[in-house]
């Protein structure tokens, strides 16, 4: 069955930097669309990042712009989240997910906990 | 971007009921619509697509209805399973304003 696995969270201090990553496995990685959402502490989902099956990034949210940048290896099955000049605000559970082009989506990772403070 | 508000944000209900959520886009997104289930420290699942779909595996008691600027997400008998959080969700347009606020179904 599908599986994402996130890794790569923690605590960092403000300006500081982390790289997420996402381990996939029980689909065919390269045949899907995937996404970064996050949700900060008792809060609402956010939209982060986007990128397509050939690695072209089809959505960065506006509060990340400039600071995180997604990526995708297909032949690892892995899907990444660099994050620079991390902001409090930042702090959130990031989760991994699959979708479709259009958007929708399907499979959800359990999700890392990012905490920028110093 | 596009403003979606769901209401209510908080829902009280018993085990047995039919409950109704909304989810209001600020501008028409034809069908482009999903809903999802999200339960304390989960990760959200998806419920509904394309406004009336229901996602496979998912029961029957889900249906979800609507087009343009008005869905709704109906659950027809509640049990304890679905004390909850759900989210409806655009993809008419790649925008912040992708997910609702959330709507909590709670226990009366």
């Known amino acids: 069955q599908v599986h994402l696995v996130e890794s790569g969270g923690g605590l960092v201090k403000p300006g500081g930097s982390l790289r997420l990553s996402c381990a996939a496995s029980?689909?065919?990685?390269?045949?899907?669309?995937m996404s970064w959402i996050r949700q900060a502490p008792g809060k609402g989902l956010e939209w982060v990042s986007f990128?397509?099956?050939?690695?072209?990034?089809?959505y960065c949210a506006d509060s990340v712009k400039g600071r995180f940048a997604v990526s995708r290896d297909n032949g690892k099955n892995s899907l990444y989240l660099q994050m620079n000049s991390l902001r409090a605000e930042d702090t959130a559970v990031y989760y991994c997910v699959r979708a479709s082009p259009m958007g929708v989506f399907d499979y959800w990772g359990q999700g890392t906990l990012i905490t920028v403070s110093s | 971007d596009i403003q979606m508000t769901q209401s209510p944000s908080t829902l009280s209900a018993s085990v047995g009921d039919r409950v109704t959520i909304t989810c209001r886009p600020s501008q028409n997104i034809s069908t482009w619509l999903a809903w999802y289930q999200q339960k304390p420290g989960k990760a959200p699942k998806l419920l509904i697509y394309?406004?009336?779909s229901l996602e496979s595996g998912v029961p029957s008691k889900f249906s979800g209805s609507g087009s343009g600027t008005e869905f709704t997400l109906t659950i027809s008998s509640l049990q304890p399973d679905d004390f909850a959080t759900y989210y409806c969700?655009?993809?008419?347009?790649?925008?912040?304003?992708?997910f609702g606020q959330g709507t909590t179904v709670e226990i009366k």
């Open positions: 969700q655009q993809y008419n347009t790649f925008s912040r304003g992708t």
């Open positions: 394309d406004a009336s």
């Open positions: 990128i397509n099956v050939g690695g072209k990034t089809i």
């Open positions: 029980g689909f065919t990685f390269s045949d899907f669309y």
